[in-house]
């Protein structure tokens, strides 16, 4: 799977996944915004709703794979995210001493 860096990366019929923290959300991306060339428009896979999305945010603040879904990619991935929060869990000081 190939990581989003540049919208145009996108075309129509592109399928992407929206991992935020262990959360996968798998979209299809139908455009740029008519009306507002900061969004994009895509079909959320679950409900088939089409979703407005922020581009600057989606950038940003989650992780955007372009390609169709792989299961044991993802599962790495989630493997990786609960080990960094262990790692951080283990780092937080003791309140109760």
């Known amino acids: 799977m190939e990581r989003l860096e540049r919208i145009e990366q996108l075309k129509k019929g592109t399928k992407f996944h929206v991992m935020n923290r262990d959360i996968i959300t798998s979209y299809e991306f139908l455009c740029i915004h008519p009306h507002n060339e900061s969004y994009i428009l895509a079909i959320e896979s679950m409900s088939q709703d089409a979703k407005k999305m922020h581009i600057k945010s989606l950038m940003e603040y989650a992780e955007v794979y372009i390609g169709d879904y ?22 937080r000081p003791n309140l109760n001493k």
């Not at 044991?72 to 790692?87: D, L």
């Open 70 to 91: 792989d299961v044991s990619f993802f599962r790495e991935k989630e493997i990786e995210y609960y080990e960094r929060m262990i790692i951080d869990l283990k780092q």
